[in-house]
Nanobody, 124 residues
Framework: QVQLVESGGGLVQAGGSLRLSCGAS????????MAWFRQAPGKEREFVAA????????YYADSVKGRFTISRDNAKNTVYLQMNSLKSEDTGGYYC?????????????????WGQGTQVTVSS
């Protein structure tokens, strides 16, 4: 069983930055692919970024490429999402997810474990 706890959300002006953190329990964290998804009000949850559990290869949605960076610290069982140049359309709940595989994926159904989410609000 894996438990995920996100933190770092908040209110920020457009153009600003935030760093989200996701702490994970479980001995196999270093081998688990991790991802961030987000959900805006009235919209479906969508993929943001993922990182593999083997070599740390990263993947991004086109909408955040060049602005967001996903990273992980296996010693701390933590995955991060650095968000720069934030836009109003980045507003939403941000969810950390883990899957029992080292291979990263971009679809919701591939992830078994989910955090409760942290809210990000970008004011224009």
């Amino acid at each position: 069983q894996v438990q995920l706890v996100e933190s770092g959300g908040g209110l920020v002006q457009a153009g600003g930055s935030l760093r989200l953190s996701c702490g994970a329990s479980g001995r196999t964290f270093s081998m688990s692919a991790m991802a961030w998804f987000r959900q805006a009000p009235g919209k479906e949850r969508e993929f943001v970024a993922a990182i593999s559990g083997s070599d740390g290869t990263t993947y991004y949605a086109d909408s955040v490429k060049g602005r967001f960076t996903i990273s992980r610290d296996n010693a701390k069982n933590t995955v991060y999402l650095q968000m720069n140049s934030l836009k109003s359309e980045d507003t939403g709940g941000y969810y950390c997810a883990a899957r029992p595989s080292s291979v990263a994926a971009e679809t919701i159904n591939e992830y078994r474990y989910w955090g409760q989410g942290t809210q990000v609000t970008v004011s224009s």
